[in-house]
């Protein structure tokens, strides 16, 4: 795109900046997109499991312009700061959070390649970067001036500090098994059937998964450890003096952050973009993204990644609406007691796995197996 | 804007590493609240680190096997872990004075004096 | 003005916005203040560190110092900030005497800077300086003990002192699990000082 633009714009740094702010708004707009979407999918999920239909008029029967109607309310709310509000950082906090979230979207790979910077500590990056998230719920509830903003916002960074201890020994086992943080790394390597997925690799790396399901639900907030914006508890925690498009602000962090972990989870465990069946692979059209025939694998890649995310944030979805809330106590249980040893025993258990058999539980009963019949034979030689 | 066709060379990283360990060394003697004291710390040792990777980095190098090479990054890591461990004790003390004290006011820690 | 030196630019975006919310540390007022300045000015060098092709560390400065000491610190904050004793004014007398001093430790590391020759701009405009193999796997193998990067190094004597960082790696792993246990223990719940007698104790 940079070759093309500079052709026709004269000035090259113009056409190095026009190039950067395209593939910028492409990104931020799947950022908003994916918000977007999920909002309606949070209401018709919820209402279903509620045993009703929700939004059914905006935009047809099912309702597939709510979420723009809503932003547009919002929108056009007073614009209210309290009194004892630390006016600058209340102004600056949705922000935070929102950048944060969104600059993840800058290491996440949607196929093979297609990745907005690739980068050989891609794992890595994304973990620090959505660690930054809790500055925004931080200044938020101190900013408010009012105390129940405060112990929200206090528990909340609290849970999500915790979290991060857990989800890191998480990612670190498909790590392991390819041997770089490269996320496009990560998903190539689980590439053809589905039973190359990490997810079936190994028993480890299966409890892994589920260790890291709980992980990320906990580090986004979403119930059942949603306690920071308890509507019963808090009012609404550190989102209390937050109105009108602030909170629209936040509320999209949350979901380009649900969207992350849920994307995250497809690359490093279920495959990436690789189908369950490698209709690529088997239609012969070839990997590079830079031919046609690429360029519709990846496609199909890409398809294969949305369809996982999306499952995926349907299932946390699903979990706020059918769970109840846990305490604060029991939160910090579940994190320090149960998933932070879990979590080592199944890096632990990885490694060992690793190290015993490295081409797969079948490789290495054939190994064990011809290792026996050589033996068998060599003593009979030998009597010869 | 010349001064943006030209290339970014050692100098410059020099010269922001120096402008973040003044401001360090500045805000440590001037701050009279324990955790702004605390903050100066952290510029200074920031400091220090940019120092290190820029020495370290292999494009700012004038030859192919000049500079510290990777020992830079890995010193600036250590550095960094170092860093987070004296930060938590410095907390813990500096909520320790708050304790006894009722106040973080560094001033008001003249218990030894004369 | 046809071509813009990109790394240059993002250089002195990131010089700039480190240094001015440096400075901000230094002259703000409240506490909290303080905190978010420094936390955007660590974010910048973090910045820096990618533009210096240090990706891992930046990653690292990202979660461990903005993520992780940072946090620690706005709690620390939060725990000791009390209304009205959030800012604590120094006199001015000490403030010209932290200038002085400071400014003459800034002039001497800025003539220092430019003054090795050896260290001045590199002559081509930045290339991608090409790396074998994955920089972040020289890090972890240099960690382990295996330094790859510095196989060609003629000298023997220097060859033989290159045995990598693993006794560092293992040596600040115990002291980080040393140092948290200890904090944990400094900073734990003990009965608290009566504060009716602390604010008797007090100058007015």
Known sequence: MTE???????????????????QCALLLVVAL?????????????????????????????????????????????????????????????????????????????????????????????????????????????????????????????????SYEVPLALCVVVPVLLTGSMDLVEIGNRQAGWFTNWYVLHDPFTFVTFWVYATCAVASTNRAPFDLAEAESELVAGFLTEYSG??????????????????????????????GPIPIAGLLHLGSDPDTATGFIANLLGL?????????????????????????????????LKYCVPLASAMLAGAVLWTYLCPGGLIARARHSLTIAAEQQHAPTQERK | MNLLAQPVGLPHYLVVSAILFVCGVVCMATKRNMLGVLMGIELVLNGANLNFVAF???????????????????????????????????????????????TVDVDRGEELKG | MEAINWHGFFFLFFAIVACAFAMAVVVADNIVRMACYLVVSLGAVAGLYFLAQAEFLGAVQLMVYVGGTMVLLVFGVMLTARGPLA???????????????????????????????????????????????????????????????????????????????????????????????????LARAKRRLDHKQAKDDQRP
């Open chain 1, 33 to 161: 997109a994916s918000a977007a979407v999920f909002i309606w999918l949070e209401r018709k999920v919820s209402a279903r499991i509620q045993d009703r239909l929700g939004p059914t008029r905006v935009g047809g029967r099912f309702g597939w312009l709510q979420p723009p109607a809503d932003g547009l309310k919002l929108l056009c709310k007073e614009d209210i700061i309290p009194a004892a509000a630390d006016r600058l950082l209340f102004r600056v906090a949705p922000y935070i959070s929102f950048c944060s979230a969104f600059c993840v979207f800058l290491a996440l790979p949607f196929a093979n390649g297609w990745v907005a910077l690739r980068l050989d500590v891609g794992v890595f990056f994304i973990l620090a970067v959505a660690g930054i998230e809790v500055f925004g719920v931080i200044l938020g509830g101190y900013a408010s001036g009012s105390k129940w903003s405060l112990y929200g916002a206090m528990r909340e960074a609290a849970q999500v500090v």
């Open chain 2, 56 to 102: 370290g980095s292999p494009m700012l190098r004038a030859g192919p096997s000049d500079g510290l090479g990777l020992d830079g990054q890995l010193i600036a890591l250590f550095v960094i872990v170092l860093a987070a461990a004296e930060a938590a004790v410095a907390l813990a003390i500096a909520l320790n004075f708050y304790h006894t004290h009722a």
């Open chain 1, 245 to 274: 498009f602030r909170w629209v602000i936040f509320f999209m962090a949350e979901y380009a952050s649900m969207f992350v972990v849920s994307g995250l989870a497809a690359v490093l465990f279920l495959g990436g973009w690789n």
């Open chain 1, 4 to 22: 093309l633009l500079t052709n026709i714009l004269s000035p090259s740094w113009l056409a190095y900046a026009i190039a950067a702010a395209i």
């Open chain 3, 87 to 185: 800012s604590m004014r120094t006199g001015g007398g000490q403030w010209i005497m932290a200038a002085i001093a400071g400014g003459a430790l800034l002039a001497m590391l800025l003539q220092a800077a430019f003054s090795v020759s050896d260290w001045a701009a590199p002559k081509t405009i930045q290339e991608q300086a090409a790396v074998e193999g994955s920089p972040s796997a020289r890090l972890g193998l240099g960690l382990m003990g295996v330094r790859v990067d510095q196989l060609e190094q003629p000298n023997l004597m220097l060859r033989r002192g290159m045995s990598g960082h693993l006794l560092a790696f293992e040596i600040i792993s115990v002291h980080l699990v040393v140092v948290l246990v200890g904090a944990a223990y």
């Open chain 1, 303 to 335: 398809g294969n990644f949305l369809i996982k995310t999306v499952a995926g944030v349907t299932c946390v979805i699903w979990l706020r609406w059918t769970l109840p809330r846990l305490r604060i106590d029991q939160v910090m249980t579940t994190c």
